[in-house]
């Protein structure tokens, strides 16, 4: 949770988390070979990360220059759990109701069918694309977000508000009762809001602010191989070095000599082994310690495993080894 003053008073109360969509596939497109024929796939994943990334920038931005007059707070990324787990990318709290906002930032035409309801997507090259239709998924958003807060006595209203990053997305077809528009317009949307019967003082929703942010729970994602288009046998062993993102540094005297840019790190073994386990969900055995790091010294694996605050669980050829603490340690 984060507290940021604005003219007073608390308003932020809690940033957004770092994109784990996009380091995963990151590790995926450094692990997979180039010629692999699902490496178009891995490139989309990680634009389309990257694409999500800089809506919510931009969003964020033009929040921050909005001058507004009336109590509020702010959360943004909120992962809940309701009937189903469920993601809000935005939350601005007033003393009447919550308004949640739903940012998009994809290119080309945007065709909002009603009946089914789905996003027909047209790009600049002419592909069309069938996906989800985000007015579906706010009003599924709504009612989780109604049934989390109605277990826990909040009564309140709920108003969705869908925010396009560009001004070169062209959507088409909204019904007429969404709430629409694009990031800069974000500051004019909240400076015309007008205050309504008062539901909240300050301190209640403070309260609120305090029991979403605790009840935040980050969505866990499967292991990248799980995904049958990524075969765990086609990822590429060796020791990654991230200056010159190639694979197949050497160990010498005690570190690790990437041969291509000739840049040293004692501890580059650390983020390999931590890329296989994000792409296998598995944990580590001396023997694929080994396979991973390209070494043949199993004494050497097993020292590397524990330095690592790596738990040992069983003993001799069975051990496997887990992480007792969490990812910030290879931050």
């Known amino acids: 949770m984060v507290l940021v003053k604005k003219a007073g008073m608390l308003v932020l109360w809690k940033t957004r988390n770092e994109n784990v969509d996009k380091e995963r596939a990151e590790i995926l497109l450094r692990r997979l070979p180039k010629t692999h024929p699902s490496v178009v796939l891995a490139k989309n994943d990680l634009w389309n990360a990257e694409s999500r990334i800089s809506g919510e920038r931009r969003f964020d931005a033009y929040f921050s220059m909005s001058k507004i007059d009336f109590p509020h707070l702010i959360l943004h990324d909120v992962s809940l759990k309701s009937v189903l787990p469920f993601q809000l990318d935005s939350l601005l709290i007033t003393p009447w109701c919550v308004y949640v906002f739903e940012v998009k930032n994809m290119s080309g035409r945007l065709f909002f069918k009603q009946s089914p309801p789905q996003l027909i ?4 090259d002419g592909s069309v694309t069938g996906r989800k239709s985000p007015i579906e998924q706010m009003a599924t958003n709504e009612w989780l977000l109604e049934e989390w807060l109605s277990s826990r006595a909040y009564f309140l209203p709920i108003r969705s508000v869908l925010v396009f990053s560009y001004t070169k997305q062209m959507p088409e077809n ?17 400076r015309k809001l007008q205050p309504e019967k008062e539901i909240m003082n300050l301190s209640d929703m403070e309260k609120l602010a305090t029991e979403l942010a605790a009840a935040h729970s980050p969505y866990t994602h499967e292991p990248i191989c799980a995904n049958s288009a990524f075969p765990v046998e086609a990822m590429q062993r060796g020791v990654w070095c991230e200056p010159c993102s190639r694979i197949g540094m050497k160990r010498k005297y005690g570190t ?23 792409l296998t969900g598995e944990p580590l055995t001396n023997k694929k310690c080994r396979e991973i790091l390209q070494i043949e010294d199993h004494r050497l694996a097993s020292r590397l495993l524990i330095s690592m605050k790596m738990k040992k669980i069983g003993s001799y050829k069975d051990a496997k080894y887990i992480f007792e603490t969490s990812w910030e340690y290879f931050i």
């Open 174 to 190: 909204l019904p007429r009762e969404q709430i629409a528009l694009f990031s800069n317009q974000l500051p004019m949307f909240l």
């Open 121 to 124: 997507q047209t790009k600049e």
């Open 256 to 278: 690790r000599v990437c041969p291509s840019c000739g840049v040293s790190n004692k501890d580059a073994h650390i983020r390999t082994l931590k890329d296989w386990i994000i």
